[in-house]
């Protein structure tokens, strides 16, 4: 049974599926790959058109009747969450009336947004890699960062409003849960076992093996430069990529159960 398979082409989804889709470890497993920007991953999950995707925590809590998640692949941690930045200094209490961009309506960023400033009225939705051009520019008055942005943004003269990630870890006590791997459950149980233990080993196989994977990370990374590169597999691959464990779970569970309290609502 072949499968639609998708994940971004960031440093750290890349780093860890290589192996798997490249032949470097065995399986029994046939797919269909597709990159793209978590968002549009999101979007395909929300509509039931990918069987096994990366997607946002956020955007889980909206299918999770359809779909799993695996317990390997997440992308949680502490200290590598999104950031709010503006051009210039903000006052807080103006924050409600600002024009902020987000990468996504369904990505945990704009969650997390939403988690630490419940009263904002307006975001408007941009590509991820297209955010801090949109502050600089003055399409908007502030924005939040995710991905590689997060090691630019201060050569770029922006300004940090807050750490959204360090926002959910002092109120929760939880690591941030970014983004996870998941499958939908109308597929085989026997396909989603296989795959869990396809996409732990290709996991061990980056990590014992980083230099392996630098080709087909280059080849999606575009004009990142190595040294970012590098940052970007250490900041969002860790021990909670390889297993979730029940902290992991944990704070995911701990995104539902915020969401649900929250009527469902995104931002």
């Known amino acids: 049974m072949k499968f639609t398979l998708g994940f971004s082409p960031c440093p750290n989804d890349t780093f860890i599926f290589d192996a798997l889709v490249n032949g470097k470890i065995a399986h029994n497993l046939q797919f269909d790959v597709l990159t793209a920007d978590?968002?549009?991953?999101?979007?395909?999950?929300?509509?039931?058109?990918?069987?096994?995707?990366?997607?946002?925590?956020?955007?889980?809590?909206?299918?999770?009747?359809?779909?799993?998640?695996?317990?390997?692949?997440?992308?949680?941690?502490?200290?590598?969450?999104?950031?709010?930045?503006?051009?210039?200094?903000?006052?807080?209490?103006?924050?409600?009336?600002?024009?902020?961009?987000?990468?996504g309506q369904y990505t945990t960023a704009a969650?997390?947004?939403?988690?630490?400033?419940?009263t904002i009225e307006q975001t408007v939705v941009y590509l991820f890699s297209d955010i801090e051009n949109a502050?600089?520019?003055?399409?908007?008055?502030?924005?939040?960062?995710?991905?590689?942005?997060?090691?630019t943004y201060r050569n770029k003269g922006l300004q940090l409003?807050?750490?959204?990630?360090?926002?959910?870890?002092?109120?929760?006590?939880?690591?941030?849960p970014l983004g996870c791997i998941a499958m939908r459950k109308s597929l085989p149980a026997n396909l989603r076992r296989l795959f869990s233990t396809a996409l732990k080993n290709s996991i061990l196989f980056a990590r014992a093996n980083p230099d392996s994977s630098s080709d087909y990370v280059r080849m999606h990374a575009q004009e990142m430069c190595e040294e970012i590169t590098t940052q970007h597999i250490a900041m969002f691959v860790n021990d909670f990529t390889?297993?979730?464990g029940e902290e992991g779970r944990g704070a995911i569970q701990?995104?539902?159960?915020?969401?649900?309290?929250n009527g469902g609502k995104t931002v």
Not at 111 to 118: D, E
Not at 136 to 150: C, K, M, Q, T, Y
Not at 254 to 261: A, D, F, G, N, S
Request: proline content about 5%; charged content about 25%.
């Open 38 to 103: 978590v968002e549009e991953l999101n979007r395909l999950a929300l509509t039931g058109k990918i069987d096994i995707t990366k997607m946002s925590v956020h955007a889980y809590a909206h299918v999770a009747e359809e779909y799993e998640i695996c317990e390997s692949g997440s992308a949680l941690g502490r200290g590598n969450g999104p950031l709010f930045v503006s051009r210039t200094p903000i006052d807080h209490s103006k924050i409600p009336r600002l024009k902020i961009a987000v990468p």
């Open 111 to 118: 969650f997390l947004l939403k988690y630490a400033f419940p």
């Open 135 to 151: 502050i600089l520019n003055g399409e908007v008055d502030a924005g939040v960062l995710i991905h590689e942005s997060r090691f």
């Open 161 to 176: 409003i807050a750490d959204l990630g360090k926002y959910w870890e002092t109120t929760t006590c939880q690591p941030i």
């Open 242 to 244: 390889l297993a979730l």
């Open 254 to 261: 701990r995104v539902l159960q915020e969401i649900e309290k």
